[in-house]
């Protein structure tokens, strides 16, 4: 309703006088079916579901029409011409009351004692105002009634009608619309509150946590690119992947997964990036997990001894068996040479993944850089989940 | 990869980070001539319109739409100009969309300022640029596409990758640079570039809906 509502219902009130009553019927079911500010279903939709509301308006309405029947009876004659407007408008209104967007609860408690719910919320000039225009409107119509009921004149009898309906919309419409709206917005501040609370929790755990500690090691310029690099990437998984911060060492670990724990470790334990790629996706079994703890092996080993900018971590995940290379463009190393008593590669890696029946080949020259390559069969011949 | 000419290509920017427009275009030095900056689509799209550059370096994300919409409004009037999709994004649907909607290219915002010079002269020569992260999500949407019966259209040609081009993929997304994948492979480095380009011109022109629908499905999960 964009117009101010008291300009509309002033208008209509004037229409009604020159329309026989039927603009009342029109203001009420516009009232059903127009959506409310800050709702997007009329009344009209919930008053169709609401059983109950139906039979009160069929109910009250049967009862006006006997009423109207014994009227007739005593020869009053205007009485048929008005039954249908009023019929229509009792019925109608009854269905806002019920169904206004508001707890219908609500909307019951406050009908039954609507002057002072409207005591509760407005001033006492504003009431004094609109129950003196009501009374006003009700005493003109009843006034209208009784001054014409032998006239032919079956407009001004109609005229009269309305203006006692158009005394109660003028009473207690404004206050029936504005305690609706009071509850859906209340309603929505409270969802966008919860919604912020969530949102602030996540946020302190990761980002506030780790400026605070780039506040702290300002002077180490290493230790503070580390830091925003790993909280980068938590935030990314986040609001990209919706996996939430801490959340890491989730229970059911996938192969993409577990490549990404070791790239975030790599980098911020060691501060060297680490370009990961994944192609395909599974869950991590004994075998897997062996492979990502070689996978892991071979890129720390990268990080500490290779001196590259950069080490390329490759995961590809098919239905027979899953890839993994480890690539570095740093100083290499001549395999033949490495001493006896170191154990890295020999055991961490192609140990590990021999005892599960996997392998891994070295390609390495000094110079050359290195490149780690494993093969995991896949035990299970599952179909990869692909993501 | 040899240089059609001495000059040094034209670029514009499109990023809506001041900061790091200014960060690029210092990184970039002056081994291109950049001639512009924009800060979203409409000024990016008028801009380029203005200036015809040789490449465009396009942000995936920028506030009035994705990098795409920029792609696609200007090919429709200049098909001429070339486009590097350069963003901070890991995510695959962004990538795709704008690689599909005509991106000679992708890589990602961490690049060294001597790869990232050298990619702008690869796309202003015409050719592909794919990053490793490029490469990765190339072969997961095409091997995550099932054989594709269902579909009277279907065009063996444009909708799978030869063994030949998944191979070139997977030595790109093990960190190798063309000149390294020649080399393991005992090719040339334009055949290589040429395999890269024919993946590139498939990624565009397949018309598999699972393809493109591949993304949003990659994000559900």
């Known amino acids: ?25 029109a203001y009420v079911a516009a009232w059903l079916l127009v959506p409310m500010a800050g709702s997007d279903t009329p009344i009209a939709a919930k008053a169709k579901a609401d059983r109950r509301g139906l039979a009160v308006a069929a109910a009250l309405g049967s009862l006006l029409i006997l009423i109207l029947i014994a009227v007739t009876t005593f020869n009053v004659p205007f009485v048929g011409s008005l039954a249908s407007p009023l019929f229509l408008c009792i019925a109608g209104l009854v269905m806002v009351w019920r169904n206004a967007p508001a707890a219908e609860r609500a909307t019951l408690r406050d009908l039954t004692e609507p002057l002072e719910g409207l005591a509760g919320h407005r001033s006492w000039s504003a009431i004094m105002v609109r129950a003196v225009i009501a009374v006003v409107l009700a005493v003109g119509g009843v006034a209208v009634f009784v001054s014409t009921h032998r006239s032919l004149l079956l407009l001004h009898q109609l005229a009269g009608v309305a203006l006692v309906l158009a005394a109660v919309v003028v009473l207690f419409g404004p206050w029936w619309i504005r305690i609706a ?57 986040w609001l990209f992947d919706g996996q939430a911060p801490g959340s890491l060492d989730g229970q059911d670990m996938t192969v993409s997964g577990g ?13 060297v990036p680490v370009e990961a790629v994944t192609v395909g996706d599974c ?10 703890a070689a996978a892991r092996e071979a890129t720390v080993n990268a990080a500490k001894w290779s001196g590259a900018d950069v080490i390329s971590l490759f995961a590809e995940v098919e239905p027979g068996e899953v890839s993994l290379y480890v690539r570095d463009r740093g100083r290499g190393f001549d395999p033949a040479a490495v001493p006896g008593d170191r154990k890295g590669l020999a055991e961490s890696i192609r140990g590990r993944m021999a005892r599960r029946g996997g392998s891994a080949t070295v390609r390495t020259a000094p110079g050359q850089g290195t490149e780690i390559s494993l093969t995991m069969p896949r035990a299970s011949e599952r179909q990869p989940s692909r993501g | 990869m040899t240089m059609p000419n001495v000059s040094k290509p034209r670029v514009i920017i499109v990023d809506d980070h001041g900061l790091f427009r200014s960060g690029v275009r210092s990184e970039l030095g002056g081994e291109v001539d950049v001639v512009g900056e924009a800060d979203d689509v409409q000024p990016a799209v008028s ?4 200036c015809l550059p040789d490449v465009v370096l396009l942000d995936v994300h920028l506030p009035g739409g994705g990098g795409q919409m920029v792609v696609s409004a200007v090919r429709a009037e200049h098909p001429e100009v070339r486009f590097l999709a350069l963003s901070a994004s890991d995510a695959p649907e962004d990538v795709i969309a704008v690689i ?15 790869d990232l010079i050298d990619a702008v002269r690869r796309v202003a020569a015409g050719d592909a640029v794919f990053s490793p992260r490029l490469a990765g999500f190339v072969l997961d949407a095409f091997a995550s596409l099932p054989a594709p019966d269902d579909r009277p259209s279907f065009d063996p040609e444009l909708d799978q990758l030869t063994a030949r081009e998944r191979e070139v993929l997977r030595l790109i997304a093990r960190g190798y640079t063309y000149k390294e994948v020649a080399r393991e492979l005992y090719i040339s480095a334009k055949t290589v570039e040429t395999h890269v380009s024919s ?7 397949s018309t598999r809906h699972q393809l493109t629908r591949w993304a949003a499905e990659r994000r559900l999960t």
């Open chain 2, 100 to 114: 599909r909607a005509g991106a000679r290219g992708y890589v990602t915002k961490t690049i060294s300022g001597d």
């Open chain 1, 259 to 271: 490549v990404r724990q070791i790239q975030q470790e790599v980098e911020a334990k060691h501060g």
């Open chain 2, 199 to 205: 993946v590139l011109r498939k990624l565009q022109l």
């Open chain 1, 181 to 237: 709206r009071d509850l859906v917005t209340e309603r929505q501040a409270r969802i966008r509150a919860e919604e912020r609370a969530e949102m602030a929790s996540r946020v302190h755990d990761s980002v506030l946590q780790t400026l605070a500690m780039i506040q702290r090691r300002a002077d180490q310029p290493q230790q503070v690119v580390q830091l925003a690099r790993a909280q980068e990437r938590e935030l990314r998984a």
């Open chain 1, 283 to 292: 869950e991590v079994n004994d075998d897997l997990g062996a492979l990502l």
């Open chain 2, 47 to 50: 801009l380029i319109g203005e």
């Open chain 1, 1 to 25: 309703m964009g117009l101010d509502p008291t300009v509309v219902r002033l208008g209509l009130m004037v229409a009604t006088l020159f329309t026989a009553g039927y603009a009342a019927v």
